[in-house]
């Protein structure tokens, strides 16, 4: 394999940027690796989704795939009358009408970067080391944190301490007990530690913090003093869509709680980019560009995608299927941010939507977002940043919701 700088760049950073485009692919599984000194991501668990190579033939950029006229023949037996749009779906028809153009154009530059379409197979298993992710053996911190036991639960954190200069290399490892929920729990930054919680072990990057709790006590997230506000303000909300699956998989939220996010509380005042990521339902977008980022304080807003393939480069579904798009949409904007103000010497502010592309995960599971989007984050380096409703914890980086452990368990880990 001719292996270009950005193969290079993907291996060593978890990003690929695909010059002839304003898109990059990540490798989330690198990308969280950053977070760990001891321990490092099973690629086989986290990438626990069947996407194999496509089998359907046809146009790789997904538009309809070409079938035989036998084929075509049965599934236009099947296919009822398509119905026409009403009023609202077509709004929505005419956004993904605007997207299309960089949809397709990035995804072409993807399917041209052959180092890199050599490279997934591989990436998406790993070094064969695969973990059989039993994932129902793991506690349910959403029920737990709901129960009345919830103040009473304990977290025993585990953690190593190198002794002093003389004795280098070895060190005693520490232990603490404390509450697990309601109570905002900080990682030192030289070392991960392990937290055991009803025999089970979750990896704790270093440098992390997060805070178990109900939306009802996100208040208690808010900085005492606003000097140590955050630049980078991650939300990915539970939104109410009707979808069976999805409350099955997570309790939603309704849509008009968010109001009450304390936002601007959270923001540095001095600067910060907010990320939001959305669905592709048309109310939403109204309600979230109407009314929503308006109480939030967020201006100047920018749209990124996240465009999912499969480990073949092919996406996971046809681009033009009206409900299930192959992609999400995420909304950035500026908080306490003046767009004609000089910017500082390492910030930039965000111009044009991008698109991201990446293997997914696990069921809403979200790639890392602070690497690709450091330039645009503005205050001081490394930004602060906090990931509201989140579901994993990351070096540098306050974690809150009510199930920020969930793929900390170390099923999802090995030992370097
Ligand atoms: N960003 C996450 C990821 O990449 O894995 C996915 C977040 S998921 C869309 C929304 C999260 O919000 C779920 O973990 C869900 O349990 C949590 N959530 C739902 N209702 C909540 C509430 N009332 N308070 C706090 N978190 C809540």
């Known amino acids: 394999m001719n292996v270009s700088d950005e193969l290079r760049s993907l291996e060593a950073t978890g990003i690929y940027r695909l010059a002839s485009s304003r898109a990059a692919f990540l490798d989330p599984v690198r990308l969280l690796d950053e977070s760990y000194r001891r321990f490092r991501l099973v690629p086989s668990a986290y990438y626990t989704r069947s996407f194999g190579p496509s089998n359907q033939g046809g146009d790789a950029q997904g538009m309809r795939p070409v079938t035989s006229p036998d084929r075509k023949k049965r599934k236009r037996k099947r296919q009822p009358k398509p119905r026409e749009l009403n009023a609202v779906e077509r709004i929505a028809e005419a956004r993904h009408q605007e997207a299309r153009p960089l949809l397709i154009s990035a995804h072409k530059s993807l399917l041209e970067a052959k180092d890199l379409l050599e490279f997934l197979p591989g990436m998406i298993k790993g070094d064969g ?184 480069g092919s996406l996971i579904g046809d681009l033009d299927l009206f409900h299930h798009r192959p992609y999400e949409c995420l909304l950035l904007g500026y908080i306490n941010v003046n767009k004609e103000a000089e910017p500082g010497p390492k910030f930039k502010f965000l111009q044009g939507s991008q698109v991201i592309m990446s293997v997914p995960g696990a069921h809403s599971r979200k790639p890392p977002l602070q690497k690709i989007l450091s330039e645009f984050i503005p205050g001081p380096k490394p930004p602060r940043c906090i990931e509201l409703f989140a579901r994993e914890l990351g070096s540098g980086c306050t974690s809150w919701g009510n199930e920020p452990l969930h793929f900390q368990d170390s099923m999802y880990f090995s030992e370097k």
């Open 129 to 312: 080391c695969i973990q059989d992710v039993q994932t129902s053996s793991e506690n349910n911190f959403v029920e737990l944190g709901s129960s009345w036991r919830a103040p009473l639960y304990e977290m025993t954190i585990c953690f190593q301490k190198p002794h002093g200069q003389d004795e280098e290399g070895s060190c005693h490892v520490h232990r603490r007990s404390t509450p697990l929920f309601n109570k905002v729990i900080s990682v030192e930054e030289n070392d991960e530690a392990e937290g055991e919680f009803q025999s089970r072990l979750y990896i704790l990057p270093k440098g992390s913090c997060f805070l178990m709790t109900d939306f009802k006590h996100i208040r208690d997230l808010i900085p005492d003093n606003s000097n140590n506000g955050y630049n980078l303000i991650v939300i990915d909300p539970p939104w109410e869509n009707g979808c069976v699956h999805q409350k099955e998989a997570y309790p939603t939220l309704p849509n008009r709680y968010l109001l009450y996010l304390p936002v601007q509380e959270l923001a540095d005042p001095a600067g910060a980019l907010l990320v939001l990521w959305i669905t592709n339902r048309e109310k939403l977008r109204r309600f979230v560009e109407d009314e929503l980022l308006p109480s939030w304080g967020v201006k100047d807003t920018t749209e990124f995608y996240w465009l999912k393939v499969k480990s073949d």
